[in-house]
């Protein structure tokens, strides 16, 4: 059975991920790991922590009703996001790792998000990104 990393974020970006990480796993009979990263420090805090709690018990509980076999990390350990995306990639020999893609404005379209552009350059595995609606 394979893997499928995917990178979380409560946000139509996120959402718009992890169903389709959803749909690849049911497809190949493979595995999720959902992965939630924050750098810390100031910027989290104990409140940040309690939300980030309940929006990961929505997902596992979303996964619990997709049937798809999962396991959901959130890290909090002073690395972007995108590092943690692929090192959790590097060692569970992952298939690929499924990232989300806000809309931009036109202007935006020229420069693509720093940790999208990152994982999408510095994966050792495919990755596939999906683009949130509307």
């Known amino acids: 059975m394979g893997t ?9 970006e996120g959402h718009a991920a992890l169903a389709r990480a959803v749909e690849e796993a049911k497809l190949r009979g493979a ?3 959902v992965v939630n990263s924050h750098r810390g420090g100031r910027d989290f805090d104990d409140e940040d922590a309690v939300k980030t709690e309940e929006q990961l ?15 959901v990390r959130q890290l909090v350990r ?18 690929f790792i499924v990232i989300g893609l806000r809309r931009r404005s036109p202007v935006g379209k020229l420069i693509l998000g720093s940790n999208a552009q990152r994982v999408l350059l510095d994966a050792t595995c495919p990755v596939l990104a999906v683009k949130a609606e509307g």
């Open 31 to 33: 595995q999720l790991v």
């Open 57 to 71: 018990a929505e997902v596992r509980s979303r996964l619990a009703d997709s049937g798809v076999e999962a396991e």
């Open 4 to 12: 499928i990393v995917v990178g979380y974020v409560p946000k139509p």
């Open 78 to 95: 002073g690395m972007d996001p995108a590092d943690d995306l692929i090192k959790v990639a590097d060692e569970i020999g992952a298939e």
